[in-house]
């Protein structure tokens, strides 16, 4: 079982930044690959970026490309996703997902992230 623990969400107006962290209480095979999913009231869960951990390599959404970044400590388990420009469609609950490989932004399907977190809410105001 990986166990992921969240922080950093909160509220900020639009245009401004906010950085959510993710740690992996237990890490292993089934968590080579780190991702952020975000889901809206009434909406779909959608990924927002993933990172293979050993290697480093990212993939983002489309909607978030650009303003996003995903990074690691590599020292400390713990995955970063940096959010610049937030918009006031970005405002939802963001949940941190850990998985073995392929790493996947698709909530449905075989390569689901495996092991989610609680979720931390992110609040954008216009």
């Known amino acids: 079982q990986v166990q992921l623990m969240e922080s950093g969400g909160g509220s900020v107006q639009a245009g401004g930044s906010l950085r959510l962290s993710c740690t992996v209480a237990?890490?292993?095979?089934?968590?080579?690959?780190m991702a952020w999913f975000r889901q809206a009231p009434g909406k779909e869960r959608e990924g927002v970026a993933h990172?293979?951990?050993?290697?480093?390599?990212?993939s983002y959404g489309d909607s978030v490309k650009g303003r996003f970044t995903i990074t690691q400590d590599k020292a400390t388990y713990t995955v970063y996703l940096q959010m610049d420009s937030l918009k006031p469609e970005d405002t939802a609950m963001y949940y941190c997902?850990?998985?073995?490989?392929?790493?996947?932004?698709?909530?449905?399907?075989?390569?689901?992230?495996?092991?989610w977190g609680r979720g931390t809410q992110v609040t954008v105001s216009s």
């Open positions: 997902a850990a998985g073995p490989l392929p790493c996947s932004l698709s909530y449905q399907g075989p390569n689901t992230p495996r092991y």
């Open positions: 237990t890490p292993g095979p089934d968590s080579v690959c």
């Open positions: 990172i293979y951990r050993p290697g480093g390599g990212t």
